[in-house]
C-alpha cells in the first residue's frame, strides 16, 4: 500500500514536470515573424496615416467596410457584407457584419462607423485630437454619414463621384474603437484599437513594433501568433542580421545587397509594382519654366536607360502621369527616348540662347535618386544647362516648395484607391502644395480644372476613360512635368520559413495571408 501511494505521488509529480515541460514547449513554439525595415511608422492612427509605414501597420490592425483584392482590383467586402446606391450615386446603403468586437471587447455597429468618419470630417467633434488632412483630399465630397440602426449606415455625398467605393478602401475609412479613442485621446496614435487581424502590443520608439494575433477575427485566426517589427536605421545592420536568418523578411536594403542575394536558395526576393508615379516638377514661377517650350527641351533630355542602371530593374520607367495598372487608363504606345537635338530646336524655339542655371531641390540622403539626377544634369550640361543639385533636410525641403525656393525637384504619388482621380487630384491640389508636397497646381487653367470637375462627376466608365486621357494629353502637351518611374515594393524574405506574402498594388501588405512555416 505504501509502495503504491509512493509511486502515485511520483506519477503525480512527473505529469506536472511533463507538463510544465509542454507548457514552455508551447511558449518557445509560438510562431512569430520577425520584419527588419529602415522606417518606423509616423503614427498608428488611421486618419493620420500618410507614410507607407504606418498605412504597412494600420491595414493590419484595422478593417475599413471594404477592402481591395490584391489580384484584381476588386471591391470584396470586409465590416460591411452588402452596399447598394441610388440612381445618381449619391447616397450608399452599407449593411455590416454582426457579431464583430473591436480589439478592446467594444461592439463593432453602426454608431462606431459615424464615429470614425466623423472624427475626421467636423473640425468641432468632441473627439477630435488632430488633423487629418488625408481625409479632407479623399472624403471632401461626404456630406454626413448616418446610422440607420444597430447595423445599417449610410453616406450622403455632395455629389456623383464614380470611385467612392473604392475610396472606403484607403486608411482613413479604417473603423476606429470610440472606447479607445475616447480613452486614450491624443495618445490614440500610440495605441490603436482595431477589428483587424493583429492587435497593438507594444512600441519602443526607434527599437521595435510588437502585434499579438487577434484569435477572435471574424476571417479566423492568422497563421501565425506574433509579428515582430525591428526597426534599424542601417541597411547594413539589417543584411546582416537576414544573412544570420535572424529576421525572416526585410523590406529595407541596399539593390547591391539584393542582388547579391538572387543566387542564395533560402531567399526569394518579391516586386510587386505598385500605383505610384515618380516624377520631375518644375518650379513655373521660374522665367525660363514658365515656357512650354523649355520644358519641352528639359523632357527630351531625360533619359530613361539610366533607371536601369541605377535601379537594377527594381522600377518600371513611367511615359505618363499615370501609372501602369490603373484601371480606365491605357498607357501610351510611345516611348519617349533621349534625343538632344529635338531639346536643342525647343529651347531655339523658346529663344534661349544665354547658359540657363537650374536648381535641383532634394530631400532626404538617398544616393540612388542623388546618382539618377548627376546623370540628369550630364546631358543638361551638353545643352549649356547647368544643373546645381541641392540636397536638404526633409523639414527645410517643405519649407523651400512652400516658398517656392527651388526649380526642378522630383516628387511622387501612391494611389490610395485604384482610380486616376486618386493620382490626379493630388497633382493640382493648391493645399497640398501650401504644405510642401510639389505637385502640378502651379500650372492655373481653367480648361484643366473644369476637365477634373468633371472628371469627379462622371459616372459613365467610357466617358471617365475619355477625361482621363484628355487630361493625360493636356499634361503632357504642356510639359508639365516629367514622368519618371513609377515603384516597386521590394521584400526579400527567408522561403524555408514564410510563404504567400501579399501586396495589394496600393502597396499594402496583408499579413493575415502570411504563412509561418
Same mark, same amino acid.
Given at each position: 500500500m505504501t509502495?503504491?501511494?509512493?509511486?502515485?505521488?511520483f506519477?503525480?509529480?512527473l505529469?506536472?514536470?511533463?507538463?510544465?515541460?509542454?507548457?514552455d514547449?508551447g511558449?518557445?513554439?509560438?510562431?512569430?515573424?520577425?520584419?527588419?525595415?529602415?522606417?518606423?511608422?509616423?503614427?498608428l492612427?488611421?486618419g493620420q496615416?500618410w507614410d507607407?509605414? !504606418?498605412?504597412f501597420f494600420?491595414?493590419?490592425?484595422?478593417?475599413?467596410? =471594404?477592402?481591395?483584392?490584391?489580384e484584381?482590383?476588386?471591391?470584396?467586402?470586409?465590416l460591411?457584407v452588402?452596399w447598394?446606391a441610388?440612381?445618381n450615386g449619391t447616397i450608399?446603403?452599407?449593411?455590416l457584419?454582426?457579431?464583430?468586437?473591436?480589439h478592446?471587447?467594444s461592439?463593432f455597429?453602426?454608431?462606431? =462607423?459615424v464615429?470614425?468618419f466623423q472624427?475626421?470630417?467636423?473640425?468641432?467633434?468632441?473627439?477630435?485630437y488632430?488633423d487629418?488632412?488625408?481625409?479632407d483630399?479623399i472624403?471632401?465630397n461626404?456630406?454626413?454619414v448616418?446610422?440607420v440602426?444597430?447595423?445599417t449606415?449610410v453616406?450622403q455625398?455632395?455629389q456623383?463621384?464614380y470611385?467612392f467605393?473604392?475610396? /472606403?478602401t484607403?486608411?482613413?475609412a479604417?473603423?476606429?474603437?470610440?472606447?479607445?479613442?475616447k480613452?486614450h485621446?491624443k495618445a490614440?496614435a500610440r495605441?490603436?484599437v482595431g477589428?483587424?487581424?493583429f492587435?497593438?502590443q507594444?512600441?519602443?520608439?526607434?527599437?521595435?513594433i @510588437?502585434?499579438?494575433a487577434?484569435?477572435?477575427?471574424?476571417?479566423?485566426k492568422?497563421? $501565425?501568433?506574433q509579428? +515582430?517589427f525591428l526597426?534599424?536605421?542601417?541597411?547594413?545592420?539589417?543584411h546582416?542580421? $537576414?544573412?544570420?536568418q535572424?529576421?525572416? @523578411? *526585410?523590406?529595407?536594403? !541596399?539593390i547591391s545587397r &539584393?542582388?547579391?542575394?538572387r543566387?542564395?536558395?533560402?531567399?526569394t *526576393?518579391?516586386?510587386?509594382p505598385?500605383l505610384?508615379?515618380?516624377y520631375?516638377?518644375?518650379?513655373?514661377?521660374?522665367?525660363?519654366?514658365?515656357?512650354?517650350?523649355?520644358r519641352?527641351?528639359?523632357?527630351?533630355?531625360?533619359?530613361?536607360?539610366?533607371? #536601369?542602371?541605377v535601379?537594377?530593374?527594381?522600377?518600371?520607367?513611367?511615359?505618363s502621369? *499615370? %501609372?501602369?495598372?490603373i484601371?480606365?487608363h491605357?498607357? %501610351?504606345?510611345?516611348?519617349?527616348?533621349?534625343?538632344?537635338?529635338e531639346?536643342?530646336?525647343?529651347?531655339?524655339?523658346?529663344?534661349?540662347?544665354?547658359?540657363v542655371?537650374?536648381?535641383?531641390? /532634394?530631400?532626404?540622403d538617398s544616393?540612388?535618386?542623388r546618382?539618377?539626377v548627376?546623370?540628369?544634369?550630364?546631358?543638361l550640361?551638353?545643352?549649356n544647362i547647368?544643373l546645381d543639385?541641392?540636397n536638404?533636410?526633409?523639414?527645410e525641403?517643405?519649407?523651400?516648395?512652400?516658398?517656392g525656393?527651388f526649380?526642378?525637384t522630383?516628387n511622387?504619388?501612391?494611389?490610395d484607391?485604384?482610380?486616376p482621380h !486618386?493620382?490626379?487630384?493630388?497633382?493640382?491640389?493648391?493645399?497640398?502644395?501650401?504644405?510642401g /508636397?510639389a505637385?502640378?497646381?502651379?500650372?492655373?487653367? &481653367?480648361r484643366?480644372?473644369?476637365? *477634373?470637375e +468633371?472628371?469627379?462627376?462622371?459616372?459613365d466608365k467610357?466617358?471617365?476613360i475619355?477625361?482621363v486621357?484628355e487630361?493625360?494629353?493636356l499634361?503632357?502637351?504642356l510639359?508639365?512635368?516629367?514622368p519618371?518611374?513609377?515603384?516597386s515594393? &521590394?521584400?526579400?524574405?527567408?522561403?524555408?520559413?514564410?510563404k504567400?506574402? #501579399?501586396v495589394?498594388p496600393?502597396?499594402?501588405i496583408q /499579413?493575415?495571408n502570411i504563412?509561418?512555416?
Amino acid at each position: 500500500m505504501t509502495m503504491t501511494n509512493n509511486n502515485n505521488i511520483f506519477s503525480a509529480v512527473l505529469i506536472m514536470i511533463v507538463m510544465a515541460l509542454f507548457m514552455d514547449l508551447g511558449a518557445v513554439a509560438e510562431k512569430t515573424v520577425t520584419w527588419g525595415s529602415l522606417t518606423e511608422p509616423e503614427t498608428l492612427d488611421p486618419g493620420q496615416a500618410w507614410d507607407n509605414a !504606418s498605412v504597412f501597420f494600420t491595414t493590419n490592425i484595422f478593417d475599413t467596410l =471594404v477592402v481591395l483584392d490584391s489580384e484584381t482590383l476588386e471591391i470584396s467586402p470586409s465590416l460591411a457584407v452588402s452596399w447598394k446606391a441610388n440612381r445618381n450615386g449619391t447616397i450608399w446603403e452599407f449593411k455590416l457584419r454582426k457579431g464583430i468586437h473591436f480589439h478592446d471587447g467594444s461592439d463593432f455597429n453602426a454608431d462606431s =462607423v459615424v464615429f470614425s468618419f466623423q472624427r475626421q470630417m467636423q473640425k468641432d467633434f468632441p473627439y477630435r485630437y488632430y488633423d487629418f488632412p488625408l481625409f479632407d483630399e479623399i472624403f471632401r465630397n461626404i456630406v454626413s454619414v448616418k446610422s440607420v440602426d444597430t447595423h445599417t449606415v449610410v453616406f450622403q455625398l455632395d455629389q456623383p463621384f464614380y470611385p467612392f467605393l473604392a475610396t /472606403l478602401t484607403a486608411s482613413p475609412a479604417a473603423i476606429v474603437s470610440p472606447t479607445a479613442v475616447k480613452k486614450h485621446k491624443k495618445a490614440f496614435a500610440r495605441h490603436p484599437v482595431g477589428t483587424g487581424p493583429f492587435r497593438f502590443q507594444l512600441w519602443e520608439r526607434n527599437e521595435r513594433i @510588437v502585434l499579438q494575433a487577434n484569435p477572435q477575427y471574424w476571417k479566423g485566426k492568422p497563421n $501565425f501568433d506574433q509579428f +515582430s517589427f525591428l526597426i534599424n536605421d542601417k541597411p547594413d545592420n539589417l543584411h546582416k542580421l $537576414f544573412r544570420e536568418q535572424k529576421l525572416d @523578411v *526585410i523590406d529595407s536594403f !541596399s539593390i547591391s545587397r &539584393a542582388t547579391g542575394l538572387r543566387n542564395v536558395r533560402w531567399t526569394t *526576393i518579391k516586386l510587386i509594382p505598385v500605383l505610384s508615379v515618380t516624377y520631375i516638377a518644375f518650379n513655373l514661377e521660374n522665367p525660363h519654366l514658365k515656357q512650354v517650350n523649355v520644358r519641352k527641351a528639359l523632357r527630351s533630355a531625360w533619359d530613361q536607360r539610366t533607371l #536601369r542602371y541605377v535601379f537594377q530593374g527594381f522600377v518600371t520607367p513611367l511615359d505618363s502621369i *499615370i %501609372p501602369k495598372g490603373i484601371p480606365d487608363h491605357t498607357p %501610351p504606345k510611345t516611348v519617349s527616348k533621349l534625343n538632344l537635338d529635338e531639346a536643342r530646336n525647343w529651347l531655339q524655339k523658346a529663344n534661349v540662347k544665354q547658359p540657363v542655371k537650374l536648381r535641383f531641390l /532634394l530631400s532626404g540622403d538617398s544616393d540612388l535618386i542623388r546618382q539618377l539626377v548627376s546623370f540628369y544634369a550630364k546631358n543638361l550640361r551638353r545643352l549649356n544647362i547647368e544643373l546645381d543639385i541641392v540636397n536638404v533636410s526633409m523639414e527645410e525641403y517643405e519649407k523651400r516648395i512652400m516658398k517656392g525656393d527651388f526649380d526642378l525637384t522630383l516628387n511622387g504619388w501612391a494611389a490610395d484607391y485604384p482610380d486616376p482621380h !486618386s493620382i490626379i487630384s493630388p497633382l493640382f491640389n493648391e493645399t497640398l502644395m501650401q504644405k510642401g /508636397l510639389a505637385n502640378l497646381s502651379q500650372y492655373r487653367d &481653367a480648361r484643366m480644372k473644369k476637365l *477634373i470637375e +468633371s472628371l469627379t462627376k462622371e459616372m459613365d466608365k467610357s466617358r471617365r476613360i475619355q477625361k482621363v486621357a484628355e487630361i493625360i494629353r493636356l499634361i503632357d502637351a504642356l510639359s508639365l512635368c516629367i514622368p519618371i518611374f513609377q515603384d516597386s515594393t &521590394a521584400i526579400i524574405y527567408n522561403n524555408t520559413r514564410i510563404k504567400n506574402i #501579399r501586396v495589394t498594388p496600393t502597396d499594402t501588405i496583408q /499579413l493575415f495571408n502570411i504563412e509561418k512555416k
